[in-house]
């Protein structure tokens, strides 16, 4: 058996990657795997990314998540960070994507 031992930060989410959802207003927002992520933090706000923008923050278990409610015809900003107990986050590049 091996000894529990701290985790610590976990690496950057790398390739994030918009698909368009089946409803208009939605959006799927996946990355590639993170080792030892015990779940994923998916951000989305409306473009541009200002200092004023507001992130809404949307945490799942899986590496892709639908992200709903969106408004068909503005472009949005999406960000993912892999995450365990460590409270920091290492957010990925930002992607923008058009949503229908």
Known sequence: HKKAAKVGQLDKAMNVKIKLGYKHGSAWVSCDVVDRALFYVFEYCEAPLTADSVWIQ?????????????????????????????????WSEVVKSYVI
């Open 58 to 90: 949307v945490t799942g278990s899986k590496r892709k998540m639908l992200i709903e409610g969106l408004t068909s015809g503005k472009q949005y900003c999406f960000r993912v960070a892999a995450a365990r107990t460590h409270p920091s986050r290492v």
